[in-house]
């Protein structure tokens, strides 16, 4: 075999080789070595400010209406006029006919005065089964005010009494003086229920029709 042609083949391919080796370890060391490939930073998302609460609108408190003071039936009925006329007529009373005569003025009033309130709450304020029960009622105090009277007269008549016994006749006018006040109170307390206002006497009291 022929070595010194083998010879310089070898010492040929064996610098190729040692190239080529050493070729790929720079290319190696290139790649290891060049700095990584950092991804771009992703910027963040703006936090959304979060909702200032609107603040409700302070409510005023509703003021608290002051009450209406009761009224007081009673005290303005103890004011009324026709007991004033009468308390002046029996102060200037100098005879029992002049005693008779304020007592029967005044109960001449209170009929008068029961009759139109009566009238007036019947048919003006009241309906239905509420003024069925009133005027039924109406109707049982006028019975008893004639019972009242009649045990009274004892069988007389008033003007029989006038002519024979005065005393008689001023007791029997004050009886039923005092049934029609005591009725005419009363009327005054449902009037001033259903309206809230007290009656007017003066208005109940004239010569004009009532309307």
């Given at each position: 075999?022929?070595?010194?042609?083998?010879?310089?083949?070898?010492?040929?391919?064996?610098?190729?080789?040692?190239?080529?080796?050493?070729?790929?370890?720079?290319?190696?060391?290139?790649?290891?070595?060049?700095?990584?490939s950092v991804p771009s930073a992703t910027s963040e998302p703006?936090?959304?400010?979060?909702?200032?609460?609107?603040?409700?609108?302070?409510?005023?408190?509703?003021?608290?209406?002051?009450?209406?003071?009761?009224?007081?039936?009673?005290?303005?009925?103890?004011?009324?006029?026709?007991?004033?006329?009468?308390?002046?007529?029996?102060?200037?009373?100098?005879?029992?006919?002049?005693?008779?005569?304020?007592?029967?003025?005044?109960?001449?009033?209170?009929?008068?005065?029961?009759?139109?309130?009566?009238?007036?709450?019947?048919?003006?304020?009241?309906?239905?089964?509420?003024?069925?029960?009133?005027?039924?009622?109406?109707?049982?105090?006028?019975?008893?005010?004639?019972?009242?009277?009649?045990?009274?007269?004892?069988?007389?008549?008033?003007?029989?009494?006038?002519?024979?016994?005065?005393?008689?006749?001023?007791?029997?006018?004050?009886?039923?003086?005092?049934?029609?006040?005591d009725r005419a109170q009363a009327l005054c307390k449902k009037?001033?229920?259903?309206?809230?206002?007290?009656?007017?006497?003066?208005?109940?009291?004239?010569?004009?029709?009532?309307g």
């Open positions: 075999m022929n070595y010194k042609r083998i010879a310089p083949l070898l010492l040929g391919l064996t610098l190729t080789v040692l190239s080529t080796g050493l070729s790929a370890c720079e290319s190696k060391d290139s790649w290891s070595s060049s700095p990584a703006t936090p959304t400010p979060e909702a200032t609460a609107t603040p409700e609108p302070t409510q005023e408190p509703t003021p608290t209406p002051e009450p209406t003071p009761s009224m007081d039936v009673d005290a303005l009925f103890a004011e009324n006029p026709i007991d004033a006329q009468k308390d002046e007529d029996l102060a200037n009373a100098f005879t029992a006919k002049d005693a008779y005569l304020a007592f029967q003025t005044a109960r001449e009033k209170w009929v008068l005065f029961v009759d139109r309130l009566t009238d007036t709450i019947s048919n003006q304020l009241l309906e239905g089964q509420e003024k069925e029960e009133f005027d039924q009622a109406a109707e049982a105090w006028s019975l008893e005010k004639d019972e009242a009277l009649q045990s009274v007269l004892e069988g007389s008549t008033e003007e029989e009494l006038l002519q024979t016994d005065l005393d008689k006749a001023t007791e029997a006018s004050s009886t039923v003086m005092s049934l029609c006040r009037y001033a229920e259903l309206t809230g206002q007290f009656p007017d006497f003066e208005a109940l009291l004239s010569d004009a029709p009532m």
